[in-house]
């Protein structure tokens, strides 16, 4: 005898906030919208969630009540939860994020973003994996094992609630305690880095399909010339990234020869420099208007002399280029050390002669480990401390 099928109040909710159209079409045609109206509807929902970003499915004023009643009954507009917000002195926001646990059966992964703001900008790090694959010598994050990919609806997730926090939605509200852009035009969340935990190249599909939902003319509307993706250096997804979504290309280089980079990016052992060089050179619209970005950790005694800084402009010659340099953003139980301020100045000295911008990046957010590879779960040093304090007290116990 076939089993039952459950009841729509026994069903996991079908998640809205962070869906593809054509999951939300999906979703209208399961709480039985007519065909004929379903693009309509999904429009009008789009709307409410991304450009308006309604959190209650009554909020959307324009919908009769018969199907906002089974929306609300089915579907749920929720975001990721946030567990725990820091606030460096600078002004930076880190996010401790949960993922709702419905048919995930991973018990809530838990993710961090990062909101970095500026005078005329701010700039929302998203992460694309729970955890990282890459061990990274000098990251923070590439200790974590990697869990589990992402879902695009998870990487939107953690945008709208950063746009809710900062109260980035019309009629939203700016918190009070850190610089967050403002004035007639002026967005919180201008600028979005896929440069939190994980790479995001092992998780091309769910990363592409949640630059489609940033850059929708009819929702959040950002620019991919606004959007930048990192990679450690995934060649053979590279050219996929310039075709499918277009957005800005940064490369974690951090070395000038494939002995050294072997050791601090041990990806390149599968793909070496030359082999990541030649598809920076065959990235779609990479230009002079469009360059790409070099990412270059500062790495005490490592990678910093004259002779590196040099063997750094041979290496890019001919390529549409900026370098970010950037001071080494230490955490626990790291073996390195940051440059010298006087030699980060003379290696950017010589990368600027030689003609490339080469600007020294800010550290934002080092006094809450928020800052560029720190970001590593702090529900990892919670259990830990919660596991420290138990064994303790079973000691006293036992005295």
């Known amino acids: 005898m076939t089993a039952a099928a459950p009841k729509a109040k026994d069903r996991a909710p079908i998640r809205l906030a962070g869906a593809t159209r054509g999951e939300i079409v999906r979703a209208l045609a ?3 919208v007519p065909e004929r109206e379903l693009n309509m509807r999904a429009s009008q929902l789009w709307h409410w969630i991304y450009h308006r970003g309604a959190r209650e499915f009554s909020a959307m004023r324009n919908i009769a009540r018969p199907l906002l009643d089974k929306l609300s009954e089915r579907c749920t507009l929720a975001r990721p939860e946030i567990v725990a917000e820091q606030v460096s002195a600078d002004g930076t926001r880190k996010w401790l994020l949960r993922m709702p646990t ?3 059966g991973d018990k809530g992964a838990e993710i961090e973003c990062v909101y ?3 005078s005329d900008r701010g700039t929302l790090c998203v992460s694309s994996q729970v955890g990282c694959t890459l061990n990274c010598a000098f990251c923070h994050t590439g200790t974590m094992a990697l869990v589990r990919n992402l879902t695009a609806a998870e990487i939107v997730g953690q945008v709208l609630v950063a746009r809710d926090r900062l109260g980035d939605f019309p009629g939203g509200v700016a918190p009070a305690d850190g610089l967050v852009p403002s004035g007639e035009g002026a967005r919180a969340v201008s600028n979005v880095v896929f440069m939190g935990m994980g790479e ?3 998780n091309f599909d769910a990363v592409r399909d949640a630059i489609a939902i940033l850059t929708d003319g009819d929702g959040l509307s950002l620019s991919k010339r606004r ?6 250096g995934v060649v053979p997804e590279m050219a996929r990234l310039g075709h499918e979504c277009g957005t800005m290309l940064a490369v974690s280089l951090h070395a000038t020869n494939n002995a050294l980079r072997d050791e601090l990016v041990p990806l390149n052992r599968k793909y070496p420099i030359e082999a990541l060089l030649q598809a920076c050179r065959d990235y779609p619209g990479a230009s002079n208007a469009r360059r790409i970005t070099f990412e270059y950790v500062m790495l005490k005694r490592v990678n910093d002399s004259a002779a ?3 063997a750094l402009v041979r ?3 001919g390529l549409p280029a900026k370098i970010n340099l950037i001071p080494f953003n230490p955490w626990p139980g790291s073996s390195f050390e940051c ?3 006087e030699t980060i100045e003379r290696f950017s000295e010589i990368v600027f002669n030689a003609g490339y911008a080469s600007p020294v990046r800010t550290p934002r957010g080092r006094d809450i480990l928020a800052a560029c590879g720190q970001l590593k779960s702090e529900s990892e040093k919670l259990r830990a401390r919660a596991r420290l304090m138990l064994e303790e007290s079973l000691a006293v116990g036992q005295d």
Request: aromatic share 8%.
């Open 30 to 32: 399961e709480i039985g």
């Open 308 to 310: 590196d800084a040099k």
């Open 227 to 232: 959007i930048t993706v990192s990679t450690s």
């Open 339 to 341: 440059s010298d301020w």
């Open 315 to 317: 290496l890019l010659k």
């Open 200 to 202: 995001p190249l092992y």
């Open 102 to 104: 419905a048919n995930m």
């Open 116 to 118: 970095i703001p500026e």
